[in-house]
């Protein structure tokens, strides 16, 4: 077994994997000479091994007793002294900063007798009582799993009988009372006393955050968040400071610089005589950071100091949690912060001009997902609105939706397909799944750094906090604001960039990056965020290898990708040219019976055909243009066999001759197929049906020879989906040559096939000798690999698979590396060992997710394809993917 405790001195900000990010951190801070109180994290390979086993590896309990004694050295006093006892807090921590994990437990080590000693001690009983009742508080929800309004309503009934409702007015009488109605509470509810001895606490503590990996929580965020399940978490003692001993000491958070916008500045509360969570909890108002320059000047400038200290040493933002005991400052936590995606970009670039950081540098740190974000639509300047309130934007975005009160409310309206808001007066980890479900969060208490603020800004969820002017009442499922009453179900609409609250829904209207890729917003016009990503965008189009094409099969799609930077079209499916009204033209030349009338029904379609190509190659002018001959299984373009049966029956019945259903219906019934995902489609139905790939190879390389007349240069490439044998695609090659020498005029066109069936991959060595080009069509590799028919498996147990973490991510959404990955794999070696020229892409949706785009630039691809929204995105993470390794 390797070592499982480190003092915070002996980590560093590297071993975010084995000491989780607050334990590195810390130890990070300790060695940079600032003032943290001493601790020892015990690794996540301690959690992992006790997860596999079920139990604490017996090396730990000595590790464990090591590092206390050392601890008790340094600090002078013992674990468990009566007179003047040794306090810590134990704290979770994994590598990626996770809601759902245990919380907090602060004041371990106290007990009966230590309590006395602790009051004396300090010459302050009502901060000891504080102190021993947050402690069996927090020990009784956490670690023993109570339900923490057992311990609030105790609290509230003591302010009450007080006749107050600050926390501050209940003296150590009554604080020590409380501490008697707590205990008796463990007793009551777990059957067991509240237990005195100061490591066992500790102890039970540890294994209740090794267990807390595997709440339900920490689950669903992991899944979420794609964070593999496997990680474990640290945890993180450290000996106790205290923001409760008075007016001259408290806590608070702070950011080196706003999380939402970027702009250097002095950001975050504080909160006098108080202790941990206090203050984001929203017991009592907190007052701005900079306040904190009249209460206490110098614990202020130590402050402001240790954050410059902190910023050049992370070289980024950097946000913070910091006690003052009694005029002195102390650190307690910080880490690269959050940020929201506009902040991230303009942090980023902001950097950049401050000297600190390169563009390369700048590049790494935003991401394409950060960029869809910033894609989405605001609420229309110009619309009519009912403002009802505004508060403070915590998390950017527009979102309307119903007002629902309580998670479950959240969960049912979503999976109805209904869009809600979260209504809180604040929220708490018990509310994730109901954040997830909504469109959007308001709560009426708790500022930019409150549970709500934090968690909505990870989800890049929109969100408005601190509406104080709502009466937030989640019992009656009311809002209460300015005399008028909103029910349940009614429609609202927040902006989590302006905080305003709105009643009814709101237009919305494109967002200002969307703009700029649509060339109606200048980069320089003005907008720093627009700035921000013109500038990280076009460094990327320098540095990526990568290629960037489109999926679009029209005209329109295709001149918004050309917009949003698209270098060709990856995919054109063909399949809308047999839609709508031609569809008549498809059932003939599916019932035909003989040449003659098959021709005719071809013979139909090929001018309209030619007409869509016309409008697209010229759309594309100058670029590639990858159209994939007809695709789908025929019965996909005929009424529906239940549809068709009913209406034939109908017919009889009334003693009426159905004819010509009667015949659709026979076709229909022929075509039938029990898995038509593999039966007669893509390669399988142009070697099958006489004419009809020509049709199409005429209508494109006709529609190529007129623009070319016209003086334009369209760009083809004929594409063959679904081959498996290099035989079909000799066959489909020889007929595309025949009729591409047909329409004449000396046009090269390209000749290439779909890399979509496992076989295929295998044996692309020899495929690669009657192709020009191989597209990877990593959705049906995907289902043909794993044996899943996407329609079927997704909704019938995905989300089982997930949770049994068989798959931290949807094979659909991001490659799976290791099996679909390792047949792209192979399909790049075999068929560049034929062709080392061979030109290679990928058209599957992949090929607009960041994750995959990385490892399409791995393998080698000329370029990935995707919807002409994903472009920036695409173009973004092909930059980035570029970037040497750090
Ligand atoms: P989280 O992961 O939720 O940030 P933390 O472990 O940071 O949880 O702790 C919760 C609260 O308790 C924070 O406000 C933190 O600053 C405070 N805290 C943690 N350890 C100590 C300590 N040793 N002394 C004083 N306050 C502490
Ligand atoms: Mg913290
Ligand atoms: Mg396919």
Redesign the pocket.
Known sequence: MPKLVYDFAEGNKDLKQLLGG?GANLAEMTNLGLPV?P?FTITADACRAYLSTGAVPAELADEIDHHVALLEQKMGKKLGQADDPL???V???AAV?M?G?M??V?NVGLNDDSVNGLAHQSGNPRFAWDAYRRLVQMFGKTVLGMDGEVFEDAIEAAKQAKGTRNDLDLDADDLQRLVGTFKQAVHDHTGREFPQDPRTQMDLAIEAVFDSWNADRAILYRRQERIPADLGTAV?I??????NLGMDSG?G?AFTRDPSSGQPGVYGDYLQNA??????AGIRNTVPLAELEQLDKTSYDDLMRIMATLEGHYRDLCDI???V?RGKL?M??TRVGKRTAAAAFRIATSLIDEGVIDTGEALGRVKGAQLAQLMFPRFDADADKDLITKAIGASPGAASGQVVFTSAAAVEAAERGEKVILVRRETNPDDLHGMIAAQGILTSRGGKTSHAAVVARGMGKTCVCGAEDLDVNVAKGTIAVDGTVLEAGELISIDGTTGEVFRGEVQVVPSPVVQYFEGTLAPDAGDELVASVHRLIKYADDVRRLGVRTNADTADDAARARRFGAEGIGLCRTEHMFLGERRESVERLILADNDADRDTALAELEPLQRDDFLELLDAMDGLPVTIRLIDPPLHEFLPSMEELAVKVAVARERGEEPGHDAALLAAVERLHEQNPMLGLRGVRLGLVIPGLFAMQVRAIATAALELRRRGRDPRPEIMIPLVGAVQELHLVRDEVERVLAEVGGGQEIPIGTMIELPRAAVIADQIAEAADFFSFGTNDLTQTTWGFSRDDVEGAFFSRYLEKGIFAVSPFESIDREGVGALVRTGVDRGRATKPGLKLGVCGEHGGDPDSIHFFHEVGLDYVSCSPFRLPVARLEAGRAALPAE
Do not use: A, Y
């Not at 450290?238 to 923001?243: A, D, E, K, L, T």
């Not at 202790?275 to 984001?280: L, M, R, S, T």
């Open positions: 607050k109180p601790g306090l810590v807090s704290r979770s921590g900063s809601p994990m919380e907090t602060l993180n450290c000996s106790m400071v205290f923001g806590t958070v202790q941990g969570e206090d203050v984001v949690e910091f006690t005991e102390w307690l936590q």
